[in-house]
């Protein structure tokens, strides 16, 4: 079974500041199916990047996807107050299906 | 515009089953390629996925859940239904569906999701 490991747990910055968020498979996986979510408190999850590095509609360009095998990188390049949420990477895999990882809490420092 | 809202019970009883509703607009899941897939998360966790349903009926369970999930559609009303036999607390937290296009990527739209506790 596929499993999708974030890292690091929770990332702690000041608005401004470059993010990068990590998400591991623990075997090598398509790019094809990988995605990235937001979530804010009390929100659902929000789409921002499929295909590991094609920003879904109306997502800014700060943020970038790239990433092949297993290892892929979620980063923000400049920090706004409204990039502080939870990310999620998700994988699909036909065997197991759709597979979350844990999530990487950004904060504010 | 695509939305979807889910609605359901928000208190079960252990060993009932629970019953999910997921209503959306903008889309028809008449159409091909179309689908939508019900996550959960239990309070403070990650996401979990637990079924998905396709515009050609096509559905896939997660499968430690699958004996005791059922996703059907009514293109009708534009609903799908998530029935979970069997529950029990561990199956506490807030239920989302969310519309996809084609197997196997990503969920593009969601509803706000819908709290469920299962407590005696």
């Known amino acids: 079974e596929i499993v999708l490991t974030q890292s690091p747990g929770t990332l702690s910055l000041s608005p401004g500041e470059r993010a990068t968020l990590s998400c591991r498979a623990s075997?090598?996986?398509?790019?094809?199916?990988l995605a990235w979510y937001q979530q804010k408190p009390g929100q659902a999850p929000r789409l921002l990047m499929n295909?590991?590095?094609n920003w879904a509609p109306g997502i800014p360009g700060r943020f970038s996807g790239s990433g092949s095998g297993t290892d892929f990188t979620l980063t923000i390049s400049s920090l706004e107050p409204e990039d502080f949420a939870v990310y999620y990477c998700?994988?699909?895999?036909?065997?197991?299906?759709?597979?979350f990882g844990q999530g990487t809490k950004l904060e504010i420092k | 515009q695509i939305t979807l809202k889910e609605s359901g019970p928000t208190l079960v009883t252990p060993t009932q089953t629970l019953t999910l509703t997921c209503t959306f607009s903008?889309?028809?899941?008449?159409?091909?390629?179309?689908?939508v897939g019900w996550i959960r998360q239990p309070p403070g966790k990650t996401l979990e996925w637990l079924a998905v349903i396709y515009w050609n009926d096509d559905d896939r369970y997660k499968p430690s859940l699958r004996s005791r999930l059922a996703i059907t559609k009514d293109t009708s009303k534009n609903q799908v239904v998530l029935t979970m036999t069997n529950v029990h607390p561990v199956d506490t937290g807030t239920y989302f569906c969310a519309h996809v296009v084609g197997l196997g990527y990503a969920f593009d739209f969601w509803g706000p999701g819908t709290r469920v506790s299962v407590t005696s």
């Open positions: 903008g889309f028809s899941l008449t159409t091909s390629g179309v689908g």
């Open positions: 998700q994988h699909y895999d036909d065997s197991f299906m759709y597979i």
């Open positions: 295909g590991a590095s």
């Open positions: 075997q090598s996986i398509s790019a094809n199916y």
